[in-house]
Nanobody, 121 residues
């Protein structure tokens, strides 16, 4: 089992920045970690994968909506993942979830509880 805990959300003005953190734990996390990602969901909208990172090789992915503004990173030693969000706008307002995919799994099967990001215009 993998446990994920997000932190760092909050209220920020448009143009501002926030940094989200995700702490991963669980006996098998390191042995089977394949990829981690940040998924957001705004009211009335579908979930959107905004960024992901391969745990071992570090390959990253960004959605077009955040490319150039958000940066995903990780600290393998601490089992931490981060999302640096710059130039935030109202469209970034959503609940942001940390998600993990283990080797052999199809898609993200482990999820955090989510952290609210609200951008005021």
């Amino acid at each position: 089992q993998v446990q994920l805990l997000e932190s760092g959300g909050g209220l920020v003005q448009a143009g501002g920045s926030l940094r989200l953190s995700c702490a991963a734990s669980g006996r098998t996390f390191k042995a089977y970690a394949y990829a981690m990602g940040w998924v957001r969901q705004a009211p009335g909208k579908e979930r959107e994968l905004v960024a992901s990172i391969r745990w071992t090789v570090g390959t990253t992915y960004y959605s077009d909506s955040v490319k150039g503004r958000f940066t995903i990173s990780k600290d393998n030693a601490k089992n931490m993942m981060y999302l640096q969000m710059n130039s935030l706008n109202a469209e970034d307002t959503a609940v942001y979830y940390c998600a993990a995919q283990r080797v052999g799994e199809s898609g993200y099967k482990s999820w955090g509880q989510g952290t609210q990001v609200t951008v005021s215009s």
